[in-house]
């Protein structure tokens, strides 16, 4: 006896974890579904990005940040430009120079282990779109509740793409209610109540693991205290004007007067020196200077004429210095993100 079965339409089917539908779907669009579904139907083939995107109809440019919303949403992770579904599954990602190479593997199953706390870490998060932001603005009391406190702090009423912003925190970042509502208070503190810097800070918070009122408060305490000591420095500095500080301007300042507590006096000799030598201020050289300092006791000008004293004595002239020119001079050749 012969048996014939005719699968029909499903000769023609392929596999979709259940994730993507029950966890992935939320905050995704077009895009990233086409470029998933795409994917996944071709797992047994080689692709690169335009394929993808003569396929799709996806820009080319957009195909990177569509497989990484994936990876953000746990259906796949990215490791040395490979990527691989979360736990088991039956496809293998690879990249060679940002063009993804798609091959079919399998996926060993990872010992189990210590559950992890979950952790956001996307750069630049998928907001939710209009339709889906005004829905659950009908339904999410909390939403709501973020809703009314931020226009009631920021003093106006908020955009759909505002609220859209809000509700990415609370959702996708996964901030606390009441973590949001004091990002919020310190971004308006800082003169800076706009929903852009509101987004930035949230972003980095959710990265960091702020989770609780108390690590936010935590936070907020060592930013300001990051941002006086950049007051200081400036200050000494003679700055006007100065701009938002970079990340490693807020580095160098937080280590000179917290943990080597440099007076504005030491700092503005250290800056004169660089500017003496160099013809300009530069984060760095400052940095060496004061380093050498710290290393050798240096505190106040009395400390730093008997450190130099002492060295016109035992040294040429020529080579007296509290700080090493030769060493300073290599510190000033390594690039500078300032």
Same mark, same amino acid.
């Given at each position: 006896?012969?048996?014939?079965?005719?699968?029909?339409?499903?000769?023609?089917?392929?596999?979709?974890?259940?994730? /993507?539908?029950?966890?992935?779907?939320?905050?995704?669009?077009?895009?990233?579904?086409?470029?998933?579904?795409?994917?996944?139907?071709?797992?047994?083939? %080689?692709?690169?990005?335009?394929?993808?995107?003569?396929?799709?109809?996806v820009?080319?440019?957009?195909? $990177?940040?569509?497989?990484?919303?994936?990876?953000?949403?746990?259906?796949?992770?990215?490791?040395?430009?490979?990527?691989?579904?979360?736990?088991?599954?039956?496809?293998?990602?690879?990249?060679?120079?940002? %063009? $993804?190479?798609?091959?079919?593997?399998?996926?060993?199953?990872?010992?189990?282990?210590? $559950?992890?706390?979950p952790? #956001?870490?996307?750069?630049?998060?998928?907001?939710?779109?209009?339709?889906?932001?005004?829905?659950?603005?009908?339904?999410d009391?909390?939403?709501? /509740?973020?809703? +009314?406190?931020?226009?009631?702090?920021?003093?106006?009423?908020l955009?759909?793409?505002?609220? +859209?912003?809000?509700l990415?925190?609370?959702?996708?970042c996964?901030?606390p209610?009441?973590?949001?509502?004091?990002?919020?208070?310190?971004?308006? +503190?800082?003169?800076?109540?706009?929903?852009?810097?509101?987004?930035?800070?949230?972003?980095?918070?959710?990265?960091?693991?702020?989770?609780?009122?108390?690590?936010?408060?935590?936070?907020?305490?060592?930013?300001?205290?990051?941002?006086?000591?950049?007051?200081?420095?400036?200050?000494? #500095?003679?700055?006007?004007?100065?701009?938002?500080p970079?990340?490693?301007?807020?580095?160098y300042? +937080?280590?000179?007067?917290?943990?080597?507590?440099?007076?504005?006096?030491?700092?503005?000799?250290?800056?004169?020196?660089?500017?003496?030598?160099?013809?300009?201020?530069?984060?760095?050289?400052?940095?060496?200077?004061?380093?050498?300092?710290?290393?050798?006791?240096?505190?106040?000008?009395?400390?730093?004429?008997? #450190?130099?004293?002492?060295?016109?004595?035992?040294?040429?002239?020529?080579?007296?210095s509290?700080?090493?020119?030769?060493?300073?001079?290599? /510190?000033?050749?390594?690039?500078?993100?300032?």
């Amino acid at each position: 006896m012969s048996v014939t079965i005719n699968l029909g339409a499903w000769r023609s089917v392929f596999a979709v974890p259940s994730k /993507i539908v029950d966890e992935g779907l939320k905050f995704s669009d077009g895009v990233k579904l086409k470029v998933l579904l795409y994917v996944l139907r071709n797992a047994d083939k %080689e692709l690169d990005n335009k394929d993808i995107s003569a396929c799709t109809g996806v820009n080319v440019t957009d195909i $990177p940040e569509a497989l990484d919303y994936w990876v953000n949403m746990g259906i796949l992770q990215k490791s040395d430009q490979v990527y691989t579904p979360v736990n088991n599954s039956i496809v293998e990602l690879s990249t060679t120079q940002d %063009e $993804p190479v798609f091959e079919e593997k399998t996926v060993a199953e990872a010992p189990s282990t210590e $559950p992890e706390k979950p952790r #956001f870490t996307v750069t630049k998060p998928q907001k939710p779109d209009y339709v889906f932001t005004v829905q659950q603005l009908a339904v999410d009391e909390e939403l709501k /509740i973020l809703v +009314s406190e931020a226009q009631t702090a920021l003093g106006k009423v908020l955009s759909n793409a505002d609220i +859209s912003t809000l509700l990415m925190l609370k959702d996708t970042c996964g901030l606390p209610l009441d973590v949001i509502l004091m990002l919020i208070q310190y971004a308006i +503190s800082i003169d800076k109540g706009n929903m852009r810097t509101i987004e930035r800070l949230g972003v980095s918070w959710a990265n960091d693991g702020v989770n609780s009122v108390e690590e936010a408060d935590n936070k907020i305490r060592l930013a300001t205290q990051r941002t006086k000591c950049y007051s200081i420095v400036a200050s000494a #500095f003679g700055l006007k004007n100065a701009g938002s500080p970079s990340k490693k301007q807020l580095d160098y300042c +937080s280590t000179w007067v917290t943990d080597w507590k440099f007076s504005p006096d030491m700092l503005r000799e250290a800056y004169e020196r660089c500017v003496d030598s160099k013809g300009e201020m530069k984060f760095n050289y400052i940095d060496g200077i004061l380093k050498r300092w710290h290393n050798n006791g240096i505190q106040n000008k009395n400390d730093l004429a008997d #450190f130099e004293n002492a060295k016109k004595k035992k040294e040429p002239a020529s080579t007296s210095s509290s700080y090493d020119i030769d060493e300073l001079e290599q /510190i000033n050749r390594l690039e500078d993100y300032e």
